[in-house]
């Protein structure tokens, strides 16, 4: 394994506030460039990132805490730090000082690591960019995400509570197999599956989110009744809230050459489905679903309904925003990525649906109000069939559409 300490010239992933329906984040970075879980489906292995030899050679970003620093006061973030060192704020009119201090920008939920590289890979240990990153994100009051197939993250629990008793702190780990031999030849040098049930459920007993993304389940190999009911029933057991399920990309080069050499030598009678599957050489890995032996989301979903455990994960509520907007937001998001993932609704009927969760995560009026004045359509610029479906959200906290056609999916055999 190669070490190498670089120097980062940027940190932060895009700016635009997207309202993510998966994760539930706006930002993100990693702290390294490559991998060495070694992840044999990893997506990081892939040509658009760049990264050469991504498994065997490490470039640590040494600089990344000041240059989270930087981005942060580039967009208007004031530190902890800042705020009680700051001569202005001491003399000011204590109305005057809570008017200022309303004016910083709307607070995003940041990913911390779980992107294209683990935060909390072996080099953690040694560099410990990770918890300086988090440190910077405490002084700032910002809440964060975490997602890892490591137990290192536990070294770091007293600065994630104290993030999370400021703001927001959601910790999930990445678990996939039950098996552990089948564990090891695909993730060969992250914690065991025991090891991560157990850091989450000392996560949870800490007092923070956290729950499973059980993603990429690998199509003919992962996606078994008795894999996934085994990591939903352990969710449970270690007092996860949610298991989120969902199925594996696999782009065209050196990522799926990897992984089909993978197959072929520990799963021959497994590579010619799996060549199938991806035939399709998609840019973005998508597979071809008529292939797929089983609909993994939906799996996952009947999964959750029979072990008593949710399929979502949790939402940071921003502690200035309406409540009710809070609440229609939720439902869009649940509506978007349902329909998505288990129905299989295209992105152009669902369309209306993600822009108007964008123009709600962004910021936008109380929609009780909107409602009264029967302004909701006018202000938000919105069709009617959306206005329907907000202003039944308002009333009843749900959409009894979407419920209708998860219903209906239930119904729906899996394979």
């Known amino acids: 394994m190669q070490y190498e300490c670089i120097k980062a010239k940027s940190l932060l992933s895009k700016k635009n506030i997207e309202a993510d329906s998966w994760f539930h984040i706006n930002r993100s970075f990693n702290a390294y460039r490559g991998c060495e879980h070694g992840c044999v489906y990893c997506d990081g292995m892939a040509e658009n990132y760049h990264v050469d030899n991504f498994l065997s050679h490490i470039?640590?970003?040494?600089?990344?805490?000041?240059?989270?620093?930087?981005?942060?006061?580039?967009?208007?973030?004031?530190?902890?730090?800042?705020?009680?060192?700051?001569?202005?704020?001491?003399?000011?009119?204590?109305?005057?000082?809570?008017?200022?201090?309303q004016k910083v920008p709307r607070k995003q939920v940041i990913g911390v690591c779980g992107g294209v590289s683990d935060g909390y890979q072996p080099a953690e240990k040694e560099y410990k960019i990770t918890r300086k990153l988090l440190e910077v994100l405490l002084d700032f009051g910002l809440p964060i995400f975490i997602l890892t197939k490591s137990d290192l993250v536990l070294r770091d629990l007293d600065v994630i509570k104290k993030i999370h008793e400021q703001s927001f702190a959601n910790v999930l780990f990445t678990i996939t197999l039950h098996d552990e031999e089948m564990r090891r030849i695909f993730e060969p040098r992250a914690s065991s599956t025991p090891e991560r049930f157990d850091a989450l459920e000392e996560t949870r007993k800490a007092g923070l989110y956290g729950g499973v993304m059980s993603t990429p389940i690998i199509p003919g190999i992962g996606d078994s009744y008795e894999n996934m009911t085994s990591l939903a029933k352990n969710a449970k057991r270690v007092g996860a809230e949610f298991i989120l399920f969902s199925g594996m990309t696999l782009k065209p080069g050196r990522q799926k050459e990897y992984f089909l050499n993978v197959i072929k030598r520990h799963y021959p009678e497994k590579l010619q489905l799996l060549e199938k599957i991806f035939s399709n050489n998609d840019r973005y890995g998508t597979p071809i679903y008529k292939h797929m032996p089983v609909h993994i989301a939906l799996r996952g979903y009947k999964i959750c309904k029979e072990v008593g455990i949710s399929d979502r994960t949790i939402r940071h509520k921003p502690p200035n925003e309406y409540d009710i907007n809070n609440q229609v937001l939720d439902v869009l998001l649940d509506i978007?990525?349902?329909?998505?993932?288990?129905?299989?609704?295209?992105?152009?009927?669902?369309?209306?649906?993600?822009?108007?969760?964008?123009?709600?995560?962004?910021?936008?009026?109380?929609?009780?109000?909107?409602?009264?004045?029967?302004?909701?359509?006018?202000?938000?610029?919105?069709?009617?069939?959306?206005?329907?479906?907000?202003?039944?959200?308002?009333?009843?906290?749900?959409?009894?559409?979407?419920?209708?056609?998860?219903?209906?999916?239930?119904?729906?055999?899996?394979?």
Do not use: C
Not at 68 to 90: A, M, N, P, V
Not at 380 to 402: A, F, G, H, M, Y
């Open 59 to 101: 470039r640590a970003k040494e600089n990344a805490p000041s240059i989270l620093r930087k981005e942060l006061k580039k967009e208007g973030f004031t530190s902890q730090i800042e705020l009680e060192t700051e001569t202005l704020w001491k003399f000011l009119d204590p109305e005057d000082a809570i008017r200022i201090s």
């Open 336 to 415: 978007s990525y349902r329909s998505s993932t288990i129905l299989g609704i295209p992105w152009k009927e669902r369309k209306p649906i993600i822009e108007l969760a964008k123009k709600i995560e962004r910021g936008v009026e109380n929609l009780s109000v909107l409602y009264k004045d029967k302004e909701i359509g006018s202000r938000l610029l919105i069709d009617e069939e959306t206005v329907e479906l907000v202003e039944e959200i308002i009333n009843t906290r749900k959409s009894s559409k979407l419920e209708t056609l998860l219903d209906k999916a239930l119904e729906i055999p899996d394979i």
